[in-house]
Protein backbone atom coordinates (compact mmCIF):
# COMPACT_ATOMS: atom_id res chain seq x y z
CA UNK A 1 0.00 0.00 0.00
CA UNK A 2 1.23 3.58 -0.58
CA UNK A 3 1.66 5.23 2.46
CA UNK A 4 1.01 9.46 2.40
CA UNK A 5 3.19 11.87 4.47
CA UNK A 6 -0.08 12.66 5.99
CA UNK A 7 -0.64 9.31 7.41
CA UNK A 8 2.80 9.12 9.05
CA UNK A 9 2.36 12.47 10.77
CA UNK A 10 1.55 12.26 14.15
CA UNK A 11 0.13 15.24 16.19
CA UNK A 12 0.51 14.51 19.97
CA UNK A 13 -2.18 14.88 22.66
CA UNK A 14 -1.42 17.83 24.57
CA UNK A 15 -1.14 16.61 28.38
CA UNK A 16 -4.88 16.42 30.40
CA UNK A 17 -4.22 19.18 32.71
CA UNK A 18 -4.24 19.15 36.50
CA UNK A 19 -6.79 20.76 39.04
CA UNK A 20 -5.52 22.17 42.29
CA UNK A 21 -7.80 24.08 44.97
CA UNK A 22 -6.13 25.39 47.86
CA UNK A 23 -8.05 26.52 50.15
CA UNK A 24 -7.42 29.96 53.01
CA UNK A 25 -8.22 29.19 56.40
CA UNK A 26 -10.77 30.72 58.12
CA UNK A 27 -10.03 34.11 55.93
CA UNK A 28 -13.16 36.04 56.96
CA UNK A 29 -12.03 35.34 60.64
CA UNK A 30 -8.43 36.38 60.20
CA UNK A 31 -8.43 39.19 58.10
CA UNK A 32 -6.60 42.08 59.65
CA UNK A 33 -8.84 44.55 59.69
CA UNK A 34 -6.97 47.39 59.44
CA UNK A 35 -4.99 46.29 56.47
CA UNK A 36 -8.51 45.60 54.59
CA UNK A 37 -9.00 49.35 54.93
CA UNK A 38 -5.78 49.99 53.41
CA UNK A 39 -6.04 48.43 50.62
CA UNK A 40 -9.91 49.03 50.29
CA UNK A 41 -8.84 52.64 50.29
CA UNK A 42 -5.77 52.44 47.61
CA UNK A 43 -8.05 50.33 45.09
CA UNK A 44 -10.92 53.17 45.27
CA UNK A 45 -7.77 56.08 45.17
CA UNK A 46 -6.00 54.23 41.70
CA UNK A 47 -9.78 53.41 40.57
CA UNK A 48 -10.82 56.99 40.74
CA UNK A 49 -7.62 58.77 40.10
CA UNK A 50 -7.75 60.84 43.63
CA UNK A 51 -7.09 60.03 46.98
CA UNK A 52 -10.20 59.08 49.01
CA UNK A 53 -12.13 61.50 51.08
CA UNK A 54 -12.23 61.38 54.76
CA UNK A 55 -15.26 60.37 54.80
CA UNK A 56 -15.07 57.25 52.62
CA UNK A 57 -12.46 56.02 55.36
CA UNK A 58 -14.73 57.23 58.16
CA UNK A 59 -17.50 54.90 56.71
CA UNK A 60 -15.28 51.93 55.72
CA UNK A 61 -13.39 52.07 58.75
CA UNK A 62 -16.61 51.74 60.63
CA UNK A 63 -17.99 49.16 59.16
CA UNK A 64 -15.14 47.17 59.17
CA UNK A 65 -14.09 47.67 62.55
CA UNK A 66 -17.64 47.38 64.05
CA UNK A 67 -17.98 44.60 66.96
CA UNK A 68 -19.20 41.42 66.21
CA UNK A 69 -22.52 39.61 68.03
CA UNK A 70 -21.01 38.23 70.98
CA UNK A 71 -17.39 40.26 71.24
CA UNK A 72 -16.32 41.95 74.28
CA UNK A 73 -13.34 43.16 72.94
CA UNK A 74 -12.69 45.26 69.95
CA UNK A 75 -11.19 42.35 67.41
CA UNK A 76 -8.35 43.65 65.18
CA UNK A 77 -8.95 40.63 63.11
CA UNK A 78 -11.80 39.39 60.85
CA UNK A 79 -14.76 41.06 58.86
CA UNK A 80 -18.21 40.04 59.98
CA UNK A 81 -19.96 37.06 59.54
CA UNK A 82 -22.77 36.34 56.74
CA UNK A 83 -22.60 40.21 55.16
CA UNK A 84 -22.11 41.17 51.29
CA UNK A 85 -19.62 43.84 52.74
CA UNK A 86 -17.51 41.06 54.20
CA UNK A 87 -17.26 39.20 50.98
CA UNK A 88 -16.60 42.60 48.97
CA UNK A 89 -13.68 43.27 51.48
CA UNK A 90 -12.16 40.12 51.52
CA UNK A 91 -12.63 39.60 47.69
CA UNK A 92 -10.71 43.45 47.54
CA UNK A 93 -8.07 41.61 50.33
CA UNK A 94 -7.25 39.05 47.97
CA UNK A 95 -6.43 41.35 44.76
CA UNK A 96 -3.04 40.89 45.76
CA UNK A 97 -3.19 37.28 45.41
CA UNK A 98 -4.81 37.71 41.85
CA UNK A 99 -2.37 39.78 40.34
CA UNK A 100 0.28 37.35 42.21
CA UNK A 101 -1.03 34.40 40.20
CA UNK A 102 -2.18 36.26 36.84
CA UNK A 103 2.04 37.64 36.94
CA UNK A 104 2.65 34.27 37.04
CA UNK A 105 0.63 33.17 33.55
CA UNK A 106 -1.91 30.53 35.55
CA UNK A 107 -5.65 29.99 34.43
CA UNK A 108 -7.26 30.68 38.05
CA UNK A 109 -10.85 30.67 39.86
CA UNK A 110 -11.54 32.14 43.11
CA UNK A 111 -14.40 32.18 44.69
CA UNK A 112 -13.78 34.30 48.34
CA UNK A 113 -11.25 31.59 50.23
CA UNK A 114 -11.02 29.08 47.86
CA UNK A 115 -8.43 29.24 44.56
CA UNK A 116 -8.89 26.73 41.97
CA UNK A 117 -5.99 26.04 39.33
CA UNK A 118 -5.52 24.60 36.13
CA UNK A 119 -2.19 23.51 35.84
CA UNK A 120 -0.16 21.82 33.06
CA UNK A 121 1.58 18.90 35.44
CA UNK A 122 1.25 17.54 39.28
CA UNK A 123 5.53 19.35 39.83
CA UNK A 124 3.67 22.31 38.55
CA UNK A 125 0.96 22.08 41.07
CA UNK A 126 3.40 21.29 44.17
CA UNK A 127 5.59 23.82 43.22
CA UNK A 128 2.58 26.62 42.96
CA UNK A 129 0.46 25.54 45.90
CA UNK A 130 3.87 26.16 47.56
CA UNK A 131 4.23 29.38 46.48
CA UNK A 132 0.61 30.63 46.98
CA UNK A 133 1.20 29.39 50.72
CA UNK A 134 4.31 31.70 51.16
CA UNK A 135 2.56 34.37 49.29
CA UNK A 136 -0.43 34.28 51.26
CA UNK A 137 1.27 33.67 54.75
CA UNK A 138 4.16 36.35 54.19
CA UNK A 139 2.03 39.04 52.50
CA UNK A 140 -1.60 38.90 52.87
CA UNK A 141 -0.99 37.58 56.86
CA UNK A 142 -3.50 34.55 56.22
CA UNK A 143 -3.24 30.76 56.34
CA UNK A 144 -3.69 28.01 53.74
CA UNK A 145 -5.50 24.83 54.82
CA UNK A 146 -3.65 21.70 53.36
CA UNK A 147 -6.79 19.91 54.86
CA UNK A 148 -9.07 21.86 52.32
CA UNK A 149 -6.58 21.30 49.52
CA UNK A 150 -7.40 19.16 46.78
CA UNK A 151 -5.57 17.71 43.24
CA UNK A 152 -6.85 16.08 41.06
CA UNK A 153 -4.92 14.41 38.40
CA UNK A 154 -6.00 12.87 34.85
CA UNK A 155 -7.67 9.52 35.48
CA UNK A 156 -8.64 10.98 39.26
CA UNK A 157 -11.53 12.15 40.88
CA UNK A 158 -12.19 14.77 43.54
CA UNK A 159 -14.38 17.84 44.95
CA UNK A 160 -13.67 21.86 43.95
CA UNK A 161 -15.87 23.99 45.16
CA UNK A 162 -17.78 21.92 46.86
CA UNK A 163 -18.54 19.57 43.54
CA UNK A 164 -17.76 16.76 42.48
CA UNK A 165 -15.17 16.84 39.27
CA UNK A 166 -13.74 13.71 37.29
CA UNK A 167 -10.82 13.81 35.17
CA UNK A 168 -10.55 12.09 32.17
CA UNK A 169 -6.90 10.47 31.53
Do not use: W
Not at 34 to 45: D, P
Not at 79 to 105: E, K, Q
Amino acid sequence: PIVSAADTITIPRPPTPVLLEIALLRLRDTIPRNKVVQLFLESSSSYYGTPSSKGLLSVMSSLVHRPVKGDLLKRRLGLAPNNALSCLLGNVYLYPLDAFLISRGYRFVRYFDRIVLVLPSIDTAMRISRDIVFFAEGELEVQASLHRTELIAPGGRGRLLLHEVQIDP
